[in-house]
Nanobody, 119 residues
Framework: QVKLVESGGASVDAGGSLRLSCVAS?????LGWFRQAPGKEREGVAA???????LYKDYVKGRFTVSRDKAKNTLYLHMNNLKPEDTAVYYC????????????????WGQGTQVTVSS
């Protein structure tokens, strides 16, 4: 059972930056970031393979960067030029066996960290 612990969420003004961290209890093929805003479905954000390949949803490309520190079993999400629509609880997740940006492929989830962006 992979345990995931996120941190780094905060309240920022539009245009600001944040870095989220996710510490995993063991090495995984892939780790992903998802988010869920109030009243909305959970959606994919970005994912990173163990070989450093990455996946991004179009709505964060050019603003968010995902990276992994394999020595520390830690996944990061660097978020720049934040917008009010980025406001959500951000979750780190590990997949069953397939790396994607679809939540149904993931079965291990962290508790989430809140990001709030004010206009």
């Amino acid at each position: 059972q992979v345990k995931l612990v996120e941190s780094g969420g905060a309240s920022v003004d539009a245009g600001g930056s944040l870095r989220l961290s996710c510490v995993a209890s063991e090495r995984t093929l892939c780790l992903g970031w998802f988010r869920q805003a109030p009243g909305k479905e959970r959606e994919g954000v970005a994912a990173a393979y163990s070989d450093d390949n990455t996946l991004y949803k179009d709505y964060v490309k050019g603003r968010f960067t995902v990276s992994r520190d394999k020595a520390k079993n830690t996944l990061y999400l660097h978020m720049n030029n934040l917008k009010p629509e980025d406001t959500a609880v951000y979750y780190c997740a590990a997949p069953i066996s397939y790396c994607s940006l679809e939540s149904e492929h993931y079965n291990h989830w962290g508790q989430g960290t809140q990001v709030t962006v004010s206009s």
